[in-house]
């Protein structure tokens, strides 16, 4: 196997298969949840919104995948920093069946000088995610925060108040994961010492084989060689799959809804 088929088998492994759309269905889930049982492997999750939980459970316990994770959004997108209505959505995705939670940083309220809020905010929905053993992941918007400094803040912020992961964006925003934010954010586990705890998602924009091996390379350099399996790393993609099978030698039918 070649090492771009390597890498491409390795970044399947690796992704949180993803629809958030407004004009998502139960159809569009189910059809989802099909695609993250592909040819060569499974994909470590789909990411849905909370009220299609139900149906991709049952999807993926009927297609003889139980072990894809369900991970779901909340908070979403615009990250308000209403710390009330953020942990009841997470709590109402942790009923709904979620194994893992990508909640909103309160990023504008970061940018405009409180970052005490964001904090609470996210210890909050950590504390509900522990008690019932759901993981949680932290979008920071980096392409809304733009500045290394408030980007390398919210990394740090999160991790204090107990994110199991740290998440460049939600897909929602004109730009989305970046080489160079990945590299601020993984730099920022490196540098906590947190790398056994803390796992990093860049979500949207990686479209190719060749964009996740970037990626990969860039936690390698950072985090060590071994460090990106499945509970320190994940990629938050859509249309990545089809150019992974197709790189794989695999056709696909899969999204093209360009997360």
């Not at 790398?195 to 936690?219: C, M, S």
């Not at 399996?229 to 899969?254: C, E, I, K």
Request: proline fraction near 3%; charge should be negative.
């Amino acid at each position: 196997m070649t090492d771009i088929k390597q890498q491409a088998l390795r970044t399947l492994k690796l992704m949180d298969l993803t629809t958030l759309n407004e004009d998502d269905t139960d159809e569009k889930v189910i059809a989802l949840c099909h695609q993250a049982k592909s040819p060569v492997g499974n994909t470590a999750a789909i990411c849905i919104y909370p009220r299609f939980i139900p149906i991709a459970r049952k999807t993926l316990r009927e297609q003889g995948t139980p072990d894809v994770r369900i991970a779901t959004v909340t908070n979403f997108p615009h990250g308000n920093d209403d710390i009330e209505i953020a942990l009841a959505e997470t709590r109402a995705a942790i009923a709904y069946g979620a194994d893992e939670v990508d909640v909103v940083f309160p990023y504008r309220a970061l940018m405009a000088g409180n970052a005490q809020v964001g904090f609470d905010l996210v210890k909050a929905c950590k504390t509900a995610c522990a008690e019932a053993d759901v993981l949680l992941k932290v979008i920071i918007e980096t392409g809304e925060l733009k500045q290394e400094a408030l980007i390398r803040q919210a990394s740090e912020i999160a991790i204090d108040a107990g994110a199991d992961f740290i998440k460049t964006s939600t897909g929602k925003v004109p730009v989305n994961a970046t080489p160079e934010v990945a590299q601020i954010m993984m730099s920022v586990i490196r540098d906590k010492g947190v790398k056994a705890q803390v796992g990093f998602k860049p979500a949207g924009g990686v479209r190719t084989a060749e964009d996740a091996a970037i990626y990969l390379q860039l936690a390698e350099d950072t985090l060590g060689a071994d460090w990106a399996d499945a509970r320190h790393f994940r990629f938050g993609a859509s249309s990545l799959l089809a150019n992974l099978l197709n790189t794989l030698g695999h056709s696909s039918d899969t999204s093209k809804s360009g997360y």
